[in-house]
């Protein structure tokens, strides 16, 4: 079957615009997570969803960052003004249920800010 | 303290050999631990999951968990070149919460 899906696979703007990033997760699973991974390191977690209700937003670096699931399937992250560090890879993951499952990662966009 | 902690490598082992990856964690609420192995430029991809303390084993990899000691450890057996990547190691740091806290990852190299 299809895993989480991520568009674009690359991204690149300039310092100030307005980016978005989707999410599509594997067809049915209730929870879905964005992370942010920096060259050389662990991802980093950002946010968390169960179907369409953010129930940690707590790794959110700031208020530029924000994460929606309207209908409980599709994510988008958006970044507002975007800024020179928030060049990153963005990863999303889903899992199944609501408890402490594995979660399996979509290939991520490569976002480069100039 | 970070959370999760792992030696960066890199981790260089002999084709054939046992390959031994070690990871500790901080919190001794965690209930689940989790190895994803990553290719350069790709994504983490879920190696093996373990929820008790012991041994669980899945083809060349068996999963370590000592809780007492706040240790978990992947053991790949007959290594192969293909094996060589960033193995990272993830925790589920609280009971409920559904975050996963990573380690920077160890890079691990195997040769021919």
């Known amino acids: 079957g299809a895993g989480v899906s991520q568009s674009p696979r690359y991204k690149v703007a300039k310092r100030g615009q307005d980016v978005a990033l989707r999410c599509d997760p594997i067809s049915g699973h209730v929870s879905l997570f964005w992370y942010q991974q920096a060259l050389g390191q662990g991802p980093e977690f950002l946010t968390y969803?169960?179907?369409?209700?953010?129930?940690?937003k707590s790794g959110l670096p700031s208020d530029r960052f924000f994460a929606e699931r309207p209908e409980g399937s599709v994510s988008t992250l958006k970044i507002q003004r975007t800024q020179q560090e928030d060049s990153a890879v963005y990863l999303c993951?889903?899992?199944?249920?609501?408890?402490?499952?594995?979660?399996?990662f979509g290939d991520g966009t490569r976002l480069s800010i100039l | 303290q970070k959370e999760v902690e792992q030696n960066s490598g890199p981790l260089s082992v002999p084709e054939g050999a046992i390959a031994s990856l070690n990871c500790t964690y901080s919190?001794?609420?965690?209930?689940?631990f989790f190895w994803y192995r990553q290719y350069s430029g790709k994504s983490p991809e879920l190696i093996m999951f373990?929820?008790?303390?012991g041994d669980k084993e899945d083809g060349r990899f068996t999963a370590q968990l000592n809780k007492a000691s706040q240790y978990v450890s992947l053991l790949i057996r007959d290594s192969q070149p293909s094996d060589s990547a960033t193995y990272l190691c993830a925790v589920n740091a609280i009971q409920g919460a559904q975050k996963l806290v990573f380690g920077q990852g160890t890079r691990l190299t195997i040769n021919p």
């Open positions: 919190d001794r609420g965690s209930q689940s």
């Open positions: 373990i929820y008790s303390n």
């Open positions: 993951a889903s899992s199944p249920g609501t408890g402490n499952q594995p979660q399996h």
């Open positions: 969803f169960q179907n369409e209700a953010q129930l940690d």
